[in-house]
């Protein structure tokens, strides 16, 4: 079959901040921005956070005490740079392999003398589909679209109450 | 909405299944039938449902129809990411100047 790619998502945004706190705010502070109503679990989110540390967790914590992983940090380097790679389900556990994962980068350049443009590219959406070599690995694993469905199928849930 | 179509098509686990054996390679609805615990006609309104979705394409095969996976149900799944990071980032800049300023006035 042909391999799809996807055009990455490039957002920016002007924060009226330096870039050491837009940085711990993205990431220690996560839970006071991050959209509540985007959680890949049912319940009420009570904490979520960006571990500080390479293979540091992106999670959230729920009122039944789970903990659903969201991804996982492959570059830290405050206040600069960030780079997490875009998980779905604990699966990731028992099907390590990050060519199934699609990454998102997190950039803060300073602007201004207390001013702060950070940059968000959400990229390889293809390697949670078909085509690429590290898919055909994950293809018959739970890798690849079943994650990506489920993905959706949570969002939708969510999105779309019966 | 085309995205609400998107998530709807795939809420339900027996569509995500047919969708997921698309992976492979384009197929006839008695292979995708196959080994799936509902009939060939249930398999074949899973996949209207897809197609209008614009996730799967069909074609005309002799007497059958071979389905595939349409790249442009794909680019909705971008679609969906792109107004999910202009949400966050709204919140995010929100937040972040918020307790920047919390923090200049105990300076």
Redesign the interface.
């Known amino acids: 079959m042909v391999g799809l790619a996807i055009a990455p998502v490039r957002k920016s945004v002007r924060v009226a901040a330096p870039p050491a706190h837009c940085f711990k705010v993205f990431t220690t502070d996560l839970f006071h921005w991050w959209p509540k109503s985007h959680a890949l679990h049912t319940g009420l989110m009570i904490h979520s956070e960006i571990e500080p540390f390479v293979g540091g967790r992106f999670y959230a914590r729920f009122d039944d005490q789970q903990e659903i992983n969201t991804g996982f940090v492959t570059v830290w380097e405050p206040p600069k740079r960030l780079l997490f790679t875009w998980e779905i389900s604990e699966k990731w556990k028992s099907h390590p392999g990050a060519g199934t994962a699609s990454e998102v980068e997190v950039t803060f350049h300073a602007d201004g003398s207390d001013g702060t443009i950070v940059e968000v590219e959400h990229r390889n959406f293809e390697r949670m589909g078909q085509g690429g070599e590290a898919m055909r690995e994950a293809v018959d694993s739970a890798g690849g679209w079943s994650r990506l469905l489920e993905l959706f199928a949570g969002y939708s849930d969510q999105s779309y109450p019966d | 909405m085309a995205n609400?179509r998107?998530?709807?098509a795939?809420?339900d686990?027996t569509r995500?299944q047919v969708?997921?054996r698309l992976?492979?390679?384009?197929k006839p609805v008695s292979v995708l039938a196959k080994g799936l615990p509902v009939t060939r006609s249930a398999v074949s309104q899973h996949l209207r449902v897809l197609k209008d979705a614009g996730l799967v394409a069909d074609q005309a095969d002799g007497a059958r129809r071979i389905y595939?996976?349409d790249?442009k149900g794909?680019?909705a799944?971008?679609v969906?990411?792109?107004g999910?990071?202009?949400?966050?980032?709204?919140?995010?800049?929100?937040?972040?100047?918020r307790?920047?300023r919390k923090?200049k006035s105990k300076w």
């Not at chain 2, 992976?23 to 384009?26: A, I, L, M, V």
């Open positions: 609400d998107v998530f709807s795939l809420a686990p995500r969708f997921d992976r492979h390679g384009p595939r996976i790249p794909l680019a799944v971008r969906w990411f792109d999910f990071w202009d949400d966050a980032l709204v919140s995010f800049k929100a937040a972040a100047e307790t920047a923090e």
